[in-house]
């Protein structure tokens, strides 16, 4: 199931709009399902500049290795320090408590850039 709320990039992050130029940012269901089971997720630092496009985080899992790119630019706000202690939660729960870290955004027009539901649903399956 992809949640209709929420965009998507073509590498497989979603972004969910909290208001005030701020996104929340994880992996889809799709992204975990591939890797397997995550053991650890390299979190970036807060006020880090994410630049869309280009890696941010780094999440191991038991068969690979996966970069994480920033679905747009901004500062990093905030991030899921429960992934420290459970990387899991990405397989459990990642469109929830599996959410990876937040950015402000400096360019909202690159919001218009990401993919709805249904064109990620065609590029996923």
Same mark, same amino acid.
């Given at each position: 199931? *992809? ?5 998507? %990039?073509? %590498? ?6 909290? #208001?005030? =130029?701020? *996104?929340?940012?994880?992996? %889809?269901?799709?992204?975990?399902? $591939?890797? #397997? &089971? *995550?053991?650890?997720? =390299?979190?970036?630092?807060? /006020?880090? !500049?994410?630049?869309? #496009? @280009?890696?941010?985080?780094?999440? $191991? ?6 970069? *994480? +790119?920033?679905?747009?630019? /901004? ?5 899921? @320090?429960?992934? @420290? &202690? ?9 469109? /929830? $408590?599996?959410?990876?870290? !937040? +950015?402000?955004?400096? &360019? ?12 990620? #649903?065609?590029?996923? @399956?």
């Amino acid at each position: 199931m *992809i949640p209709a709320e929420l965009k998507y %990039t073509e %590498t497989h992050e979603w972004a969910m709009e909290k #208001g005030n =130029n701020i *996104i929340r940012v994880g992996v %889809t269901d799709h992204a975990q399902a $591939e890797l #397997g &089971d *995550i053991v650890y997720v =390299n979190l970036p630092e807060i /006020g880090a !500049e994410a630049q869309k #496009g @280009e890696e941010i985080v780094e999440v $191991e899992s038991v068969k690979a290795v996966a970069q *994480i +790119v920033a679905p747009v630019s /901004g500062k990093v706000i905030a991030v899921n @320090e429960a992934l @420290e &202690d459970d990387p899991a939660l990405l397989n459990s729960d990642c469109y /929830g $408590e599996g959410w990876i870290f !937040e +950015v402000e955004v400096s &360019d909202p027009s690159e919001l218009n850039d990401l993919l709805d539901a249904k064109k990620y #649903g065609e590029i996923a @399956e």
